[in-house]
């Protein structure tokens, strides 16, 4: 199994930048595709972006042109470029990996993002 630990949130003003980045260790990082969720108060958890291990990348629409998924293979590492921040990106923001294998799914611990002024 992958372990994930989650770094780079904090608070930032609206239209400031964060980056998110997440380490997996535990297992071949080729294995997974990588994903970022966000969680807001009271919401449910949603896809924000995945990546595979070849770099192809999907965002949700509402981080489309702002948003930018990345990762280094070599340091087992996905990042979450985050610019032009909104108030309404504010959340807890997980890292996925998903095992291609079999379909299971691992979580981070989570990483707290407030926009705010």
């Known amino acids: 199994q992958v372990q994930l630990v989650e770094s780079g949130g904090g608070w930032v003003q609206p239209g400031g930048s964060l980056r998110l980045s997440c380490a997996a260790s535990g297992s071949i990082f080729s294995a997974y595709r990588m994903r970022w969720y966000l969680q807001a108060p009271g919401k449910q958890r949603e896809l924000v972006a995945d990546i595979t291990y070849g770099g192809t990348t999907n965002y949700a629409d509402s981080v489309k042109g702002r948003f930018t998924i990345s990762r280094d293979n070599a340091k087992n590492t996905v990042y979450l470029q985050m610019n032009n921040l909104k108030p309404e990106d504010t959340a807890v923001y997980y890292c996925?990996?998903?095992?291609?294998?079999?379909?299971?799914?691992?979580w981070g611990q989570g990483t707290q993002v407030t926009v705010s002024s």
């Open positions: 996925n990996a998903l095992r291609l294998l079999d379909g299971r799914e691992y």
